[in-house]
């Protein structure tokens, strides 16, 4: 079970490894607390990216071996390992995970020590939500129920009653 909490990802060195659909999810996800990413990958196959701030592109494919992911992780805060090679991201998050770095791994629930949650967020308020990667359709139907909870409190707040 992973323990929730708050991090400030401001000015924080982030490396993605991988540029696909997932990547950029997890990229969108982060960009807007300030961080500093850096996306690792052979190709950048979504354009939406890089129209991001902060972001840095380093197009090439990561070597397989102990020497090169140790080299390439140790400088950074976070790591997210999103390759289409699970070995791949197992091997990375199992490095950064022994040199004490935040790893998120996409091809795995449990290989990881670093778990993205559902945000749910108005101009008050930041609520996390997870199922611990068991089910992320009903995390998605929790983040709709608590925007309806968020907005009527809003509405009240804003002398709105009959919302």
């Known amino acids: 079970m992973f323990f929730p909490m708050c991090v400030n990802l401001k000015d924080k060195k982030i490396l993605v490894i991988g540029a696909g659909k997932v990547a950029k999810r997890k990229i969108k996800k982060i960009a807007e607390y300030g961080t500093d990413i850096t996306v690792l990958g052979k190709e950048i196959k979504e ?15 990561l070597e397989n071996s102990q020497n090169e992911i140790e080299k ?10 999103a390759t289409d090679d699970v070995d791949l991201n197992e091997k990375i998050a199992l490095t950064c ?67």
């Open 47 to 61: 354009s939406e990216i890089l129209k991001i701030k902060n972001l840095k592109i380093i197009k090439k494919n």
């Open 97 to 163: 995970d022994r040199n004490n770095i935040l790893v998120n791994n996409v091809s795995s629930k449990t290989m990881m020590n670093t778990m993205f949650t559902g945000v749910v967020k108005n101009s008050e308020f930041q609520i996390s939500i997870s199922t611990n990667g068991k089910n992320c359709k009903r995390s998605r139907t929790m983040k709709e129920e608590i925007k309806k909870v968020l907005n009527k409190i809003e509405n009240l707040e804003n002398g709105e009653e009959n919302v």
């Open 72 to 81: 390439i992780v140790k400088n950074y805060f976070l790591v997210i390992t």
